[in-house]
């Protein structure tokens, strides 16, 4: 089942902001990388940041230099900051943990996701 529940979704025009939050029920959550991922409509679901247990963070190239990814391990906590919204960045965002190895097949229960809407 999963373990992850993500908010603050929401509408927004383009240029503007939103900031993503996941908490996880995972006792062991500090000890596993956390990525957020996204899903548009008739497209495959995608990764667009993740966060090692240390801290350091990695981007796909279409968000690079918008988003910023942190994570706070004592509320068990994952967040993403997303600047700079362009209407390619609608979709639904889910967070989960290792996010390669689901990025390379591994399968992984998913939350309800948040909606991001950016309008043009």
């Known amino acids: 089942q999963a373990q992850f529940v993500e908010s603050g979704g929401g509408l927004v025009q383009a240029g503007g902001s939103l900031r993503l939050s996941c908490v996880s029920s995972?006792?062991?959550?500090?000890?596993?990388?956390i990525g957020w991922f996204r899903q548009a409509p008739g497209k495959q679901r995608e990764l667009v940041a993740a966060i090692s247990t240390g801290g350091n963070p990695n981007y796909a190239d279409s968000v690079k230099g918008r988003f910023t990814i942190s994570r706070d391990n004592a509320k068990n906590m994952v967040y993403l900051q997303m600047n700079t919204l362009k209407p390619e960045d609608t979709a639904v965002y889910y967070c989960n943990r290792d996010p390669f190895s689901i990025q390379s097949g591994a399968f992984a229960y998913w939350g309800q996701g948040t909606q991001v809407t950016v309008s043009s």
């Open positions: 995972e006792s062991t959550f500090s000890l596993n990388p």
